[in-house]
């Protein structure tokens, strides 16, 4: 089931993640200009969430890797507004995931709430 979550409650769902045990995952499905051109990597590592860059269009490589974390661990998916994000997580269902989260609004709700992240 994929659950979505606003930007403003991410790092209570981190903390929630983290008092049950699990070390939570954001993957960034945006394209390389995307991440270069506006980035929250700085704030999502300050909170405790492993961070990955695949963009949509390489994922299917990606989930013929092992290199993603487990199938049972919290893994929520960012892009620009939510639209790539949630195709990416569908992907992770079909393969199995089981706790996905869509962050709603994406890198330009991030930059609402906090400028220094830029725009495009």
Known sequence: MITEISVADLPAWVAQQRAAGQQPYLRDVR???EL???TAQAQIAQMGIVFG???LSQLDELLETDS???KTAPIACLCHHGKRSMAALMMLEQ???TQL???RGGIAA???LLPE???Y
């Open 36 to 38: 270069e051109s506006a």
């Open 110 to 112: 991030c930059a609402d």
């Open 95 to 97: 393969k199995g995931y």
């Open 68 to 70: 993603l974390p487990p």
């Open 31 to 33: 394209a390389a200009w």
């Open 53 to 55: 860059h695949t963009p």
């Open 117 to 119: 992240i830029g725009r």
């Open 101 to 103: 989260y869509n962050i």
